[in-house]
C-alpha cells in the first residue's frame, strides 16, 4: 500500500510539472471584473464555475479571468462577504467578457460571523472547506467526526465500534486536546481538558450549514490553542423559503435515529425561524455499548437593512454506555466485542454486569450573535455565549479500598474489613460563559481583521458513593471529594491580507492570549490538588500566496503557537512532595503548498515541518507517589507531504482521494518502565527504570493515511461510491515497539443514494451504505499498561483494544416538503 501511495505521488508530481507548463493554451477564456453598485473594485471576490473545479478570485482593480474552458453552458458564481451571491449563466464558445456588479444585502452577513476565524480562498493556508451538500452526502450515519474522514490526515476512531457514542479524530497525528474547535467563532473546547466530546452533541451535523478545516497551526481563533489543526464550524443560516424535513435512519445493532427540521423562511417583518430535534439509539457493536441519545437545535434571526440579530440554542442530552476500558488483549481472539465495564461476581459466585455503568450528561449551548454593516467597508461581530453542562458516569467498583473515599477501616467479629464493593458517581457541573468580537475592514486591496474574546469557564468536580455492599455507615449520597477549576482565556488578534500586485497576496497575522487558572479542592483519590497558574502568549504568523496562473498558484507560510497544559497534566503532577509543574508547549509550523484548478481536476499539494519545543508526552515517569506524569520532551517534530485530488473524467465518474505520507519523531527519547518487585506480591517499587531508546515515533501518528472515493452515476438521481480508507501501523506508546501497535488497516464501504427533486424543489432521497464491505477485524484505538520485574521474570503487558465493527449497514430516508 505504501509503495502505491508513493506511486501515486510520483505520477500526481508529473501531472503538476506537465500542467503548470505556461505555453499550454486549451479551450477559452472567462474574464472580467467584479465591482460594487458604485463600481469600485472588489478585491478578493471568489469566482467559480458551477460543476467544474475551476475557481479564482478578484484582482487589485476587481479583475479576473478563468483560463482554459471547454465550450459548452455553464453558470458562473460571484459571492463576495456582506453581498449578494450572483448566478450568471453563460455559453462559452470563444473568449468571455463578463463584468458583474454586486449588490450589498444583509441577508449575507452570517457569513461575517465565521470569517474572522476561517482562511480564505487567497490565505496560506492548508485547508478545507466542506458544504451543506458534501455533508449531507458523507453523513451515513455516524457522529461528527465521521463527516471529517473524508479529508487529508485524519484519522477517526469509536469506542463503541459502529461511529455513535464516544467518537474522536486525530489530524495529522494530533490528539483532540490538541485541535481548536468553534462553533461560529464560539469555543467548543472543554476549557480544562482542551478535548471535545462529541458525545454531547448528538446529530449535530444535521444543524452544520458548513465546517472549515485548518492543517497546522492555522489562522488566529477563539479559545484552545490550535496545536496542528482548526475545525469551524458555522450552524445553520437564512433560508429563504419555508420547510419541513424528516430524516430517519435504521441499521444494524438496533441503530436508528429520527430527525424533524421545520423552517419559516424569510418573513415579511425580517424573522425567520428554523428548528430541529433530534432522536437516537443504537445497542453498538461492543457489549453494551448502548446510547440513548437526543439533541435540539433552535435559530431565531432579525435581519435589517444593515444588521442582523441572530440567536442559537443547541441542547444535547447523552446516556452512553461506560467502553472506555477497552477490550483486554486476552479476549480478542475470542469474544473482540468483550467489555469488562460493569462487571462483577455476586455472592453465588455468577458473573454479572450492573445495568446502570453508564455515562449521562446534558449540555446546553446559547449564542446571541449581533452583525452589522457600517459601510461598504467596514463591518462587526459580537457574540455573547453561555454553555451550561452538568451529568455523571455511574461504576459498580468491586473490593476498593474505604482509604480511597475517605472511609476508615473496621472490625467486625475481629475481622478487620478495609474493602468493600460500591456504587459511584463521578459528576460535573459547569459553565461557560463570555463574549467574542471582531471588525473587518475592507479597503482597495487590503483586508484588515481586529478581533478576540473573554471567556470564563467555572467547574465543579465531585463524586458520590450511593450504596456499599457492606454497610460501612454511609450518610446518604455520600460526597467523597470536591474540587472546582476556574479558568479565564483571552485573546486579542490582527489579520491582514494585502493583495500586493495581482499575482502576490501577503497574510500577516498576530494574537496576544493570556490564560489564568485556579484549581482548588481535593481530588477522587482523596489527594489536594489546589494551584494556581497563569500563562501569556505571543502567536505570530506570516505568509504569501503567488498566483502563476488562473489555475495555478504556489504559497508559504510560517506559524508560532503555544499550548498550556491541561487540567490532568498539572493535577497529577504536583501530587506528591516534588514541586513538579509542566512547561506549556511551543509549535513552529512551516507549510508550503502548490493548487491546481483545471476544468475537470483539482490537485492540493503540501508539505509541512511542525516542530515541536517541550512537547508533553507520558513517558512513563512517576510522581513520587505513584501517578503517572505528563512529561516535556525537548524535541520533537511531525513531517510530511499531503497530496489531494478530485477528478471528474466524464459527467457520470468522479475520483477523489488524498494521501499523507508522514514523520513524527521524538528526538533522543528516554522513556520510563514501571517497575514492580516480583509476580506474585506485585509491589510497585515507584523507581522506574530509565531506557535511552534514541529517536523514536510518536504513538497514534500513522506514516501513510490514504482516502479514495470512487462516485459512479449510472443513471439521473442515482449515486454509486466506494469509499477506502487506509491508515498504517500506529504504536499505541513512545517507545516504537511492534508488539505494542495497532496493525495497518484498510477499510471499505459502498454507498448508493437515490434523490429526486419535486417540482416545488423539493427532496426525497434514500441513501444505503455497507460498511467494512470486506468484514475486516481491525481496532482504531488502544491503550497500554507496562511493568517490568524486579525480580527478573518477563516483563508483564496489557493492553486495551477498541475493536472497530465488522461488515453492517446503514439506510437512511430523507423528505423534504
Known amino acids: 500500500m505504501k509503495k502505491t501511495a508513493l506511486a501515486l505521488c510520483a505520477f500526481l508530481l508529473a501531472l503538476i510539472t506537465m500542467r503548470a507548463n505556461p505555453s499550454e493554451n486549451l479551450g477559452f477564456s472567462i474574464y472580467g471584473r467584479i465591482t460594487d453598485s458604485e463600481g469600485k473594485p472588489l478585491v478578493g471576490a471568489s469566482v467559480t464555475l458551477e460543476n467544474t473545479y475551476l475557481g479564482t478570485y478578484s484582482g487589485i482593480n476587481g479583475s479576473y479571468r478563468l483560463s482554459q474552458v471547454r465550450q459548452g453552458n455553464y453558470t458562473l458564481v460571484v459571492s463576495y462577504l456582506g453581498y449578494e451571491t450572483v448566478r450568471v449563466d453563460v455559453k462559452v464558445d470563444k473568449d468571455v467578457e463578463l463584468n458583474l456588479q454586486l449588490k450589498q444585502s444583509s441577508q449575507f452577513l452570517d457569513a461575517v460571523v465565521v470569517s474572522s476565524t476561517r482562511a480564505s480562498n487567497r490565505m496560506p493556508i492548508a485547508q478545507t472547506t466542506l458544504n451543506r451538500e458534501q455533508l449531507k452526502q458523507a453523513n451515513t450515519g455516524g457522529d461528527t467526526p465521521y463527516l471529517l474522514e473524508m479529508l487529508p490526515s485524519v484519522v477517526v476512531s469509536s469506542e463503541s465500534g459502529i461511529g455513535i457514542g464516544n467518537t474522536a479524530f486525530r489530524i495529522r497525528g494530533t490528539d483532540p486536546t490538541r485541535i481548536n474547535v468553534t462553533i461560529n467563532g464560539v469555543p467548543l473546547n472543554d476549557a480544562e481538558s482542551q478535548g471535545v466530546y462529541w458525545v454531547d452533541l448528538p ?6 450549514e458548513n465546517v472549515q478545516v485548518q492543517r497546522g497551526v492555522g489562522t488566529s481563533t477563539n479559545g484552545a490553542a490550535a496545536f496542528g489543526a482548526t475545525v469551524n464550524f458555522q450552524t445553520t443560516t437564512l433560508t429563504l423559503e419555508p420547510y419541513t424535513a424528516v430524516d430517519l435512519l435504521g441499521g444494524s445493532y438496533n441503530t436508528w435515529k429520527t430527525s424533524a427540521r421545520i423552517a419559516t423562511g424569510l418573513m415579511n417583518n425580517g424573522f425567520s425561524m428554523e428548528g430541529r430535534f433530534s432522536q437516537l439509539h443504537s445497542d ?16 431565531a434571526a432579525w435581519h435589517g437593512e444593515h444588521s442582523q440579530l441572530r440567536a442559537n440554542i443547541i441542547h444535547g442530552e447523552e446516556h452512553t454506555g461506560i467502553t472506555w476500558e477497552g477490550t483486554p488483549d486476552y479476549m480478542m481472539k475470542t469474544s473482540r466485542r468483550y467489555n469488562p465495564a460493569g462487571e462483577y461476581v455476586d455472592d453465588q ?7 446502570d455503568q453508564k455515562d449521562n450528561y446534558w449540555q446546553t449551548h446559547y449564542h446571541l450573535v449581533g452583525t452589522h454593516s457600517f459601510s461598504k467597508n467596514l463591518t462587526a461581530n459580537i457574540t455573547l455565549h453561555l454553555t451550561d453542562g452538568r451529568g455523571y458516569y455511574e461504576e459498580y467498583k468491586p473490593n476498593r479500598k474505604l482509604s480511597k473515599y475517605g472511609l476508615p477501616s473496621f472490625s467486625i467479629r475481629d475481622t478487620i474489613i478495609d474493602r468493600t464493593d460500591l456504587i459511584q458517581q463521578k459528576w460535573m457541573d459547569n459553565i461557560f460563559y463570555g463574549g467574542i468580537a471582531s471588525v473587518i475592514y475592507r479597503v482597495k486591496n487590503y483586508d484588515i481583521t481586529l478581533g478576540g474574546g473573554w471567556n470564563q469557564y467555572d467547574g465543579d468536580h465531585f463524586g458520590k458513593v450511593l450504596w456499599s455492599k457492606i454497610n460501612v455507615g454511609l450518610p446518604n449520597k455520600y460526597e467523597w471529594y470536591r474540587n472546582n477549576g476556574l479558568k479565564t482565556d483571552w485573546n486579542v488578534f490582527a489579520k491582514a491580507n494585502w493583495q500586493l500586485i495581482d499575482p502576490i497576496s501577503v497574510f500577516v497575522d498576530i494574537q496576544y492570549r493570556g490564560i489564568g487558572y485556579t484549581l482548588k479542592g481535593i481530588d477522587s483519590d482523596v489527594i489536594p ?11 505570530p504568523k506570516a505568509g504569501a ?11 508559504a507560510s510560517y506559524a508560532v503557537a503555544h499550548r498550556e497544559p491541561a487540567r490532568s497534566d498539572l493535577k497529577d503532577a504536583q501530587k506528591g512532595a516534588t514541586d513538579f509543574t509542566p512547561k506549556p508547549e511551543r509549535l513552529n509550523d512551516w507549510e508550503i503548498g502548490y493548487r491546481i484548478r483545471l476544468q475537470n481536476l483539482s490537485v492540493d499539494f503540501n508539505y509541512y515541518y511542525m516542530l515541536y519545543k517541550d512537547q508533553l508526552v507520558l513517558t512513563g515517569e512517576l510522581t513520587d507517589v505513584g501517578y503517572a506524569r505528563m512529561a516535556n520532551v525537548p524535541n520533537s517534530y511531525r513531517t510530511g507531504i499531503e497530496l489531494s485530488l478530485s477528478a471528474k473524467p466524464t459527467s457520470w465518474f468522479k475520483i477523489d482521494g488524498n494521501t ?20 506474585t506480591d506485585w509491589n510497585d517499587l515507584q523507581s522506574p527504570l530509565a531506557e535511552h531508546l534514541g529517536n523514536t515515533a510518536i504513538s497514534f501518528s500513522p506514516s501513510l493515511v490514504a482516502f479514495t472515493r470512487f462516485t459512479l452515476i449510472p443513471v439521473q438521481n ?6 477506502s480508507k487506509y491508515v498504517s501501523r500506529q504504536y499505541i506508546d513512545n517507545t516504537e515497539n511492534k508488539n505494542r501497535s495497532l496493525d495497518p488497516y484498510w477499510v471499505n464501504n459502498l454507498t448508493a443514494e437515490y434523490s429526486i427533486k419535486t417540482k416545488s424543489n423539493k427532496s426525497i432521497f434514500i441513501q444505503g451504505t455497507l460498511n467494512n464491505l470486506f468484514n475486516l477485524k481491525y481496532s482504531a484505538n488502544a491503550w497500554v499498561y507496562r511493568t517490568l520485574f524486579q525480580s527478573g521474570d518477563p516483563e508483564y503487558v496489557s493492553i486495551g483494544y477498541y475493536p472497530q465493527a465488522e461488515r453492517h449497514f446503514m439506510v437512511r430516508v430523507g423528505i423534504e416538503f
Do not use: C
Open 718 to 723: 442515482l449515486q454509486l461510491s466506494w469509499v
Open 284 to 299: 453498538g457493536y461492543i457489549e453494551r455499548a448502548t446510547s440513548d441519545h437526543r439533541s435540539m437545535f433552535v435559530t
Open 349 to 355: 459466585g455468577i458473573t454479572r454486569y450492573y445495568d
Open 545 to 555: 500566496t503567488f498566483r502563476i496562473s488562473s489555475g495555478h498558484e504556489i504559497y
Open 203 to 208: 446529530d449535530f451535523a444535521a444543524s452544520v
Open 660 to 679: 499523507t505520507l508522514s514523520k513524527n519523531i521524538i528526538k533522543d527519547y528516554t522513556n520510563f518502565a514501571n517497575l514492580t518487585d516480583n509476580p
Open 529 to 539: 490538588i489546589s494551584q494556581n497558574h497563569s500563562w501569556n502568549f505571543i502567536n
